[in-house]
């Protein structure tokens, strides 16, 4: 991004001061935290949040300036643009959200906006973003990102918005609360007195009352327009008489004002001058020797100087002054003439000025001004060249789409690995309609190089293993297990030697698919061969997923030291490659949280889904959401809140039914069923079981993977069936639960599923206790507590101790267990249930155990938003939000949120 647009970019060296647009009070102390400047071009919009900016900074407010264009409508360069700014005020924040968009297949920007909103929420210092033409902005997703700035940014940011059209944000709650203050073009408007003191600064001292009035209704007080006014009676600065004349002729003239005033200055300066005023009208930006290069003037200094000279021309683009660009107005104005009158010679500038542009490095705008000059013969292959870096290596997958529709089909046909590149660039976007455009085209090219008398075998193969690598990405991020798993091997087979860093995505693939339909040793091999291909690619995202994938593997089995380690392998690739990358450091803590819980480390699984995204629950894939309701959910159990676990886990399956998610509902209905059955609620749990299924005890099933028609949940139901349909028949067919429990459990035996043998194991010794079966509990107990002490699982028997209480009180084992079975069975059967420790912890304020997010929270609520406002706030759904209440309110002793603020401010938690 040039620099330029990081700082005002004026055309008058001395701006005139306007004493009477000065901002307001509320403004300067920080209490209206937004300001909206309305007014078409050539207003002085730009100038005066300039003067503004000074005044702001001179009372020691930090000001971070963005000159926002179209590319911006792209939200990875977007995003990317807007931390640059704040970075250069000095605000430390986006460190983290630029490692995401860095990070092209990261693919949630209501994540990347969470991250960049706790950079801006923990910095202390006061900051005044200026976003100038926000007019340009239409991207719904950037919309967003800014709306969220005007309406939920920390109260120390305020916002200053220049735009040529009204905005389309909603500013009616900020105008009631009275945290916004508008100015539109009516106020921007030169007084009489204005205009007089603009004369004077242009040395056209001697106007007559008569004449200023004339002039100032000819340019009906548009600053630039009188600007340009007083630069074609410049040539006679003390002459009244030739400025009236100009002045009435300027009068009676019927074209618009600012075409007259351009119209004039070509017909009174050197042909030259208007040939290089005509190049220049064609580009962007400019210095002397690009302006050189597209002109084809071989001294074009002077001249530029010349311009430099007025001010209403040339705008400095940098803080030297050595690279300019026409001023808005005039130069819509030269274009326009230019490509009326001239085409062909305006089309040759752009492509000179182009190929200029690429020897020097500076690819985009050279693509750019191709595309302008629709010299497809160059921006083709250019395009071939730059769709790695724009859509893989940013992410900024809206500008290269805007490309590609820019360019006609059939030249794009003759570059396939453009379509290839940017299909792999949207291999995580799976749902986005661009996808099956780009695969559709690919498989039209294809059929035509099939039908050419010698087809180009080579690229056939390269379309054929680019749309299959789709697919494969496909069916893993829309969670179809066993058909992924197939698909993803027969890739691999067919493509051996495909690059490294697809062989480790479609590895991941299979990795997942493998644990889909059971097969964990064959998944952790392939978990392994693929973090060796990615490590080679140095793909750290890919490594982080790897991470998570065996982790949740080992999760799975049971194996939970397994499973911590190789979550802390993927913090360590965060932290040491992806700076800390919160989204994919987010995924690792939820993981982390379940595992914590299942080893009995309630705070440790509370602090860990602290450090989680909260947007993580709403975006996240199917085994993120499956550990972090769960846990959430367990969480509440455990402080013996049954309603509110049983909220947690509705609104869980409410996301999962919008989501599509059959096997997270399926997880939490069953999760639902159990804890009601905890709760001696039968009747519901089994009208709620029958829902999905889950309440008979199912059938063996053929759980060959490689079975074509296996159902995709069939396995996932059965299991889950298998613990609810148990627990629903314990009270009343505690035998029949006896029997139907030995093969599942020795099936767990053989497949290593160490955790559901539990399980059931513990199903199974409380259904023969109750059949007054002893040594059949007491031989049960025992084998799950040898199990349990291997691999630490702790909570499985706390969860169920209502229940067990009985057996473990009854049925001592009669022959001494291992060391670590015989601790666990102390434990259990002296202490009573831990509660959830809310003490201090190193990383967190020494206030009442409150975390960050829950004082940002208590922040909110103390500035008087609704649940619904806050909720948008912090990105998370309003029952999320009571989740996170509810902790707050057990922390400070309170019921409801007069009580909590009360209590936060006597603790100097909020002020």
Not at 254 to 265: E, I, P, R
Not at 391 to 403: C, I, K, N, S, V
Not at 513 to 519: D, F, P, R
Not at 616 to 644: K, M, P, V
Request: with cysteine.
């Amino acid at each position: 991004m040039p620099n330029g647009r990081l700082r005002p970019l004026l055309g008058a060296s001395t701006p005139m001061l306007r004493p009477r647009l000065a901002l307001p009070e509320s403004v300067q102390q920080g209490h209206c935290t937004v300001v909206s400047l309305v007014a078409p071009a050539g207003h002085g919009k730009t100038t005066l949040m300039a003067q503004w900016m000074t005044a702001l900074r001179q009372k020691a407010c930090a000001c971070a300036w963005l000159t926002l264009d179209d590319s911006d409508n792209d939200p990875a360069r977007f995003l990317r643009h807007l931390i640059a700014a704040l970075q250069r005020s000095g605000i430390h924040a986006g460190d983290a959200t630029l490692a995401h968009l860095s990070d092209t297949l990261a693919s949630q920007f209501r994540s990347v906006t969470e991250s960049l909103a706790m950079d801006l929420g923990s910095s202390p210092h006061r900051l005044m973003l200026m976003l100038d033409d926000v007019h340009v902005l239409h991207d719904e997703t950037v919309l967003d990102v800014v709306d969220w700035l005007l309406h939920y940014a920390p109260s120390q940011i305020q916002i200053t918005l220049g735009s040529r059209n009204e905005l389309p944000w909603r500013l009616g709650s900020l105008r009631v609360r009275g945290r916004l203050h508008e100015l539109d073009h009516r106020q921007l408007l030169f007084t009489t007195q204005e205009a007089r003191n603009f004369c004077d600064q242009h040395a056209i001292t001697k106007l007559s009352d008569d004449d200023l009035q004339l002039l100032m209704s000819r340019t009906e007080g548009c600053p630039t327009a009188l600007e340009l006014a007083l630069e074609a009676l410049g040539s006679h600065p003390n002459d009244p008489h030739h400025a009236s004349r100009l002045i009435e002729q300027f009068a009676n003239s019927s074209d618009d004002a600012v075409a007259y005033l351009c119209q004039h200055q070509l017909q009174h300066q050197p042909p030259v001058w208007r040939k290089l005023v005509m190049s220049l009208s064609m580009l962007d930006r400019f210095d002397a020797e690009l302006a050189r290069e597209a002109s084809g003037l071989h001294d074009v200094g002077h001249l530029l100087t010349h311009l430099q000279g007025i001010r209403a021309f040339l705008i400095a683009t940098d803080s030297t002054g050595q690279t300019c660009r026409l001023h808005d107005l005039p130069r819509a104005w030269f274009r326009h003439h230019f490509l009326a009158t001239a085409p062909d010679e305006a089309r040759q500038v752009l492509i000179r000025s182009a190929q200029w542009r690429w020897r020097h490095g500076e690819h985009e705008e050279a693509l750019t001004y191709a595309l302008q000059a629709q010299a497809w013969e160059l921006a083709t292959p250019w395009l071939a060249t730059c769709m790695p870096a724009t859509a893989q290596q940013r992410g900024e997958l809206q500008l290269a789409l805007h490309w590609m529709n820019s360019i006609p089909s059939e030249w794009l046909d003759r570059y396939p690995q453009i379509r290839i590149d940017y299909a792999f660039a949207l291999s995580f976007f799976p749902q986005k309609p661009e996808v099956a455009t780009q695969l559709r085209a690919l498989h039209a090219i294809r059929q035509r190089l099939m039908q050419s008398d010698a087809p180009d075998l080579r690229t056939i193969d390269q379309i054929d293993c680019a749309m299959a690598f789709q697919r494969v990405l496909s069916l893993g991020l829309t969670d179809q297990g066993h058909p992924a798993r197939n698909a993803a091997r027969d890739w691999l087979t067919r493509w051996p030697h495909a690059p490294a860093l697809q062989r480790g995505i479609v590895g991941n693939v299979l990795c997942f698919g493998y644990k889909t339909t059971g097969e964990l040793d064959e998944g952790l091999q392939i978990a392994h061969l693929a973090g060796t291909w990615l490590e080679q690619d140095h793909a750290w995202y890919g490594l982080a997923w790897n991470a998570s994938l065996e982790a949740v593997l080992h999760i799975k089995r049971g194996s939970y030291p397994l499973a911590r380690a190789a979550c802390q392998r993927g913090l360590q690739v965060i932290n040491n490659h992806m700076d800390g990358h919160r989204t994919h450091a987010s995924v690792q803590h939820v993981l982390l949280a379940a595992i914590d819980y299942e080893v009995d480390d309630l705070s440790g699984a509370q602090r860990h889904m602290d450090h989680s995204l909260d947007s993580l629950a709403q975006y996240g894939g199917a085994d993120i959401l499956i550990a972090g309701w769960l846990t959430r959910a367990r969480l509440r159990f455990a402080q013996h809140d049954t309603e509110g676990g049983l909220n947690v886990l509705h609104e869980g399956r409410t996301l999962a039914l919008r989501r599509g998610l059959p096997r997270v509902l399926v997880s939490l209905v069953a999760e639902t069923c159990i804890q009601l059955c905890r709760a001696g609620r039968h009747t519901e749990a089994r009208t709620l079981a029958r829902s999905q299924g889950l309440d008979v005890f199912p059938q063996p099933v053929n759980e060959q993977p490689d079975n074509p028609y296996q159902d995709p949940l069939g396995s996932i139901q059965a299991d889950r069936a298998q613990r609810v349909a148990a627990r629903l028949l314990l009270p009343t067919h505690p035998a029949q639960v006896m029997a139907d429990l030995s093969m599942p459990i020795a099936r767990c035996a053989q497949r290593g599923l160490i955790r559901k043998q539990i399980e059931l194991l513990i199903l199974q010794a409380i259904a023969a206790h109750a059949c007054h079966r002893k040594p059949d509990a007491r031989q049960a107990l025992s084998l799950a507590l040898t199990l349990a002490a291997q691999h630490d699982h702790v909570r499985i028997f706390k969860d169920d101790e209502t229940a067990l209480r009985p057996v473990l009180a009854s049925c001592k084992p009669t022959t001494p267990l291992p060391p670590p079975a015989q601790a666990l069975w102390q434990k259990l059967t002296t202490a009573g249930p831990a509660p959830l420790d809310e003490g201090e912890h190193p990383d967190l304020p020494n206030v009442q155990g409150l975390t960050r997010r829950e004082i940002g929270i208590l922040q909110r609520l103390a500035s008087g938003l609704s649940n619904k406002e806050i909720a948008e706030a912090i990105f998370i759904s309003e029952g999320t939000l009571k989740w996170h209440l509810h902790n707050i309110y057990g922390k400070l002793g309170s019921k409801n949120r007069t009580g909590a603020l009360t209590q936060a401010r006597a603790i100097g938690a909020i002020q």
